[in-house]
């Protein structure tokens, strides 16, 4: 079996993407501004990371119009969503190994080092 970092979606996995995916999972759609303050991001760096996730079929942007003012809407796609699931359950296999190690606090011959085998050099 692979290492769960080797099931890491490098699309979803950067920073900003993994927030903005998180952010419209709790809810159907938000708003560009709602995006941008939420994570803290300039319009450009929202606008660069929403297109690589619209590119990869991610989200979905819809432009409308609320009077004479323009507003972008975003969505999870289901792809989206199921790519972020699996980032999470990555993330969680990753991390449960970890608290697992740090529980078992066993110290390993050889200083801890791991052979490519993953045992423990003698």
């Known amino acids: 079996m692979s290492h ?3 099931r890491l979606d490098n699309t979803v996995h950067q920073r900003v993407r993994l927030g903005i995916l998180t952010v419209l999972s709790e809810a159907d759609r938000a708003d560009f501004t ?5 994570l803290e991001l300039s319009d450009g760096n929202l606008s660069r990371n929403l ?7 991610y989200v979905a942007i819809e432009k409308t119009f609320e009077g ?18 699996a980032e999470v359950a990555a993330l969680r296999e990753l991390l449960g190994g970890v608290e697992g190690k740090r529980d078992a606090k ?3 011959r050889g200083g801890g080092a791991l052979r490519a085998s993953g045992e423990a050099p003698a």
């Open 68 to 85: 004479k003012r323009p507003r972008t809407w975003v969505s999870a796609t289901k792809s989206g969503e199921q790519a972020l699931a």
């Open 4 to 6: 769960p970092t080797a």
């Open 106 to 108: 066993a110290p390993r």
């Open 34 to 38: 709602y995006l941008r303050d939420a």
């Open 51 to 57: 297109q690589v996730l619209e590119e990869a079929g």
